[in-house]
């Protein structure tokens, strides 16, 4: 784009930015600042029989953020729980911990009332056989057992002739 330099309206365009910039402070020396205006308050002076007033007694309380905050953090200790050593705090786990013992077996899982296997009872069930109270399952395996009419030559398969069993092989036990 090219810039006529006779077109007032461009000269007038150029000038007034740079009278800006001159009078806002871009050279020159500085304004000197006036006193804030008052916005109708006045300054109240003492009289001078009465002493000026004093910094606030040490007991009074001074309200504000930072004052609040020191409150905050004087009580923190008070709401949070105490820090445990290292060592607590393994003889805490130790003592939450019940002694388990991995077994390994093969214990059909029970078909429940829903249709799925019940593998917690199977888990019990081997645990109980190696001498401990209740086992949860750790393992499990699956197998589709069918019966002898399958190998019959030419005998077509039906939905019944097969099913799938689940068993616990190995499991956690405690006492």
């Known amino acids: 784009m090219m810039v006529r330099s006779g077109n007032p ?22 304004w000197a600042q006036s006193a804030p205006p008052s916005l109708g308050l006045r300054e109240q002076t003492a009289p001078p029989s009465t002493p000026a007033p004093s910094a606030p007694p040490a007991g009074e ?27 607590e705090t393994m003889n805490d786990l130790s003592r939450l911990a019940k002694p388990s013992t991995m077994v390994s077996g093969r214990v059909v899982c029970p078909v429940s009332s829903n ?18 109270k209740e086992g949860k399952s750790l393992n499990a395996d699956s197998a589709e057992k069918c019966s002898a009419k399958v190998l019959i030559p030419g005998r ?20």
């Open 9 to 30: 309206a461009v000269r007038l365009g150029t000038l007034i930015p740079a009278a800006l910039l001159l009078l806002l402070g871009g050279g020159g020396p500085a």
């Open 115 to 132: 249709g799925a296997p019940d593998c917690k009872q199977a888990a019990d069930q081997l645990c109980q056989g190696k001498g401990y």
């Open 156 to 175: 077509q398969r039906k939905p019944d002739d097969c099913r799938t069993d689940t068993f616990v092989t190995s499991a956690l036990c405690q006492n």
């Open 61 to 87: 309380e001074n309200p504000g953020l930072i004052n609040e905050m020191g409150k905050l953090f004087d009580k923190l200790p008070s709401i949070l729980p105490p820090i445990k050593s290292p060592g």
